[in-house]
C-alpha cells in the first residue's frame, strides 16, 4: 500500500495511510499506479522534444490551477523548480504571464489556456497558430497528451479531495 499512498494524486488531496479513505482506494490502486505512470511519461519522458520538463510541469500548473486542483498545481510547481530550465518556462505557471515577446512560447500558453478552460472552442486554426509561431507537429501531439492528462487527473483529484473531506 505504500507505493499506491505515493501517487501524485493521493497526495494532492492530502490522503495518508491513517485515513479510511485510502484503504477503499488501495482496492483500486492498479488505476493509480498507471496513472503515476501516465503522469512520468506525460511529465517527465525521456525524450521531451521541444517541450522540456520544466515547460511541461509549469504548463500543467497553469491548467491544474485554472481547474481548480491547487494540491496538484503545487506538485506541479515543485516538480518545475527541481526541472530547472529557463525564467519564461517558470512563468508560464503565472495566470497572468502571456508569454511575452517569444511567440513561440504565446502560441502555446494561448493554447494552453484555450483547451482548460474552453476545449468546445479549440478549431482547426488554432492548430494552425502553433504551427505558425513555429511550435512543431511533435510537439503539438506532446502538448495535447499533456493537456489531456492533466485534464483528467485534476478531475479525480478534485474528487478525490471531495470524498477525503466528506470522510
Given at each position: 500500500?505504500t ?68 494540491g ?89 479531495t ?6
Amino acid at each position: 500500500m505504500t507505493d499506491f499512498l505515493k501517487t501524485t494524486m493521493i497526495e494532492a488531496a492530502g490522503i495518508g495511510a491513517g485515513h479510511p479513505l485510502a484503504e477503499m482506494l488501495a482496492g483500486r490502486s492498479d488505476i493509480f499506479t498507471m496513472t503515476q505512470q501516465a503522469h512520468d511519461a506525460a511529465l517527465t519522458p525521456n525524450d521531451p522534444g521541444g517541450l522540456s520538463h520544466g515547460l511541461r510541469a509549469s504548463l500543467a500548473g497553469r491548467m491544474a490551477r485554472a481547474t481548480g486542483a491547487d494540491g496538484l498545481a503545487d506538485h506541479y510547481a515543485a516538480l518545475a523548480a527541481a526541472a530547472g530550465g529557463a525564467e519564461d518556462e517558470a512563468r508560464t505557471a503565472d495566470a497572468d504571464f502571456d508569454g511575452g515577446a517569444d511567440a513561440w512560447l504565446s502560441a502555446i500558453v494561448r493554447h494552453t489556456d484555450l483547451v482548460t478552460k474552453d476545449t468546445k472552442a479549440v478549431v482547426a486554426g488554432d492548430i494552425e497558430a502553433l504551427k505558425s509561431a513555429g511550435v512543431s507537429e511533435d510537439d503539438i501531439v506532446r502538448l495535447s497528451e499533456l493537456a489531456a492528462f492533466v485534464s483528467y487527473q485534476a478531475r479525480v483529484a478534485v474528487g478525490l479531495t471531495l470524498m477525503e473531506a466528506l470522510s
